[in-house]
């Protein structure tokens, strides 16, 4: 019986290894999860704090052009808080130089008046800006009929008098002074913001404020002029990590009002929450809001993740850690399909062996246990023993030459059964 337990034996020594095996792998993949988690971590960190660099300056920017309307409504050239200087002179001609264009049919004294609010504004629009930390816009200032307009800033040449003739733009002067007299809201120094389709499948968003202010120039009356202001804002400005690095920030982006209103990208992202984020199968989503309620959406793909420099890292260690994970789940397996049902083969195996030497101690014969191979005694009964004056150990381990299962006087009556490997002798 002790025999027969050697390939049990030699399959727990296999087991001690293979269990050592997993505790070297549960230390490995413990190391890559916290290396992980610290790389993950720092990624994300990374992630993050270029989206809230762009939302604020995404937040400043709208704040700064919903300012710059305000005060020229209030002809207030700004913090400083000094008036426009009515006597400066229009800015000499040069080479290249920033101006204005006339948009609509204008004629004598009105083109008088007209030029003299585009150098007004065009003052006012380089005193502000040029205190400013945000990206200026382009402005169209509009009568009160819609028809006639002026866009500044523009480039312009002396030897190119094509470009003061912006006339593609009457579309927009119509449409501004649509949406300021379905908006009574505007009439009361509001700033209404709306999306605008742009070339190429692109969005720029467009600020319309009330101008009553304008209304002389325009030669209107100021109590019942519609005459208005509106900045457009291309998005793709603001991203001056792209615009520096060539990288973009995110993959796409949803931005609403304070109302709830839609500007840009997909409707479905409209929610109340405050600023969060979460992850999901497609990648991270960072939703950031203002203190004035505007909100913004941003989506990251994993595969924009991962094209960071420390993606391939994170990516290995994903790997690693996945292969890490299935080993200990196939050691698992190994031990509850293999270990186990031969641990209770092994138990059932002694508890068979205990009874039978209990059995075989009580018999009232004498027995012995011989190797077949070398005739060495194995066990032998304590009748066997006590009944020929020998002690156990003595008995146990001897060889043929000893005669351990022969009386000492008469030549001992033996029955052998022959096994592969053992021979019980009965005596």
């Known amino acids: 019986m002790p025999a027969e337990a050697a390939p049990v034996r030699r399959l727990a020594r296999r087991s001690l ?11 490995l993949a413990t190391l890559q999860a916290g290396l992980l988690l610290s790389t993950g971590s720092q990624l994300f960190n990374e992630e993050q704090s270029k989206i809230r660099y762009h939302f604020r300056r995404l937040d400043g920017t709208l704040q700064e052009q919903d300012r710059f309307l305000r005060q020229w409504r209030l002809h207030d050239v700004g913090s400083r808080g000094q008036p426009v200087d009515e006597s400066a002179s229009r800015a000499p001609p040069s080479p290249l130089f ?39 816009p382009q402005c169209l200032l509009v009568d009160g009929q819609g028809r006639r307009g002026l866009l500044a800033p523009i480039q312009t040449t002396r030897g190119d008098p094509g470009q003061s003739s912006p006339h593609h733009l ?49 030669g209107e009356n100021e109590d019942e002029s519609l005459a208005a202001v509106a900045c457009l804002l291309d998005p793709g400005r603001v ?4 615009q520096v690095m060539g990288t973009p920030v995110f993959e796409r982006m949803s931005l609403f009002d304070g109302n709830g209103r839609l500007l840009l990208g997909d409707a479905s992202d409209a929610s109340r929450a405050a600023t969060s984020w979460r992850a999901g199968l497609d990648g991270l989503l960072f939703r950031m809001r203002s203190e004035h309620g505007w909100l913004a959406v941003y989506h990251v793909g994993w595969q924009q993740v991962f094209q960071h420099p420390r993606g391939p890292l994170l990516g290995s260690m994903v790997v690693a850690l996945l292969l890490a994970t299935g080993g200990v789940l196939i050691l698992r397996a190994y031990r509850r399909s293999v270990i186990e049902p031969l641990r209770r083969n092994h138990a059932r195996l002694l508890e068979s062996e205990a009874f039978s030497r209990t059995i075989l101690d009580n018999a009232p014969i ?49 029955t052998a059964w022959p096994t592969p490997r053992r021979t019980t002798a009965t005596c």
């Open 17 to 27: 290894r293979v269990h050592a095996l997993l505790i070297g792998v549960v230390v």
């Open 98 to 136: 920033a101006g204005f264009a006339r948009i609509g049919a204008d004629s004598g004294a009105s083109a008088q008046a007209a030029d003299e609010l585009g150098d007004r504004f065009l003052r006012f629009y380089g005193a502000f800006w040029s205190a400013s930390r945000f990206p200026p």
């Open 170 to 218: 009457h579309p927009a002067l119509a449409a501004i002074h649509q949406v300021l007299r379905e908006r009574p809201a505007l009439r009361r120094g509001s700033v209404v913001w709306t999306p605008v389709a742009w070339r190429e499948g692109q969005t720029r968003l467009l600020a319309i404020a009330h101008a009553p202010q304008d209304a002389r120039l325009w």
């Open 239 to 242: 991203d001056d990590y792209r």
């Open 366 to 414: 004498g027995l012995c246990l011989l190797r077949r191979t070398d005739g060495r005694v194995l066990w032998t009964t304590r009748w066997r023993v006590s009944g020929w004056g020998k002690t156990t150990t003595r008995v146990a381990g001897t060889g043929p030459g000893d005669a351990a299962c022969s009386p000492p006087a008469a030549p001992p009556r033996a």
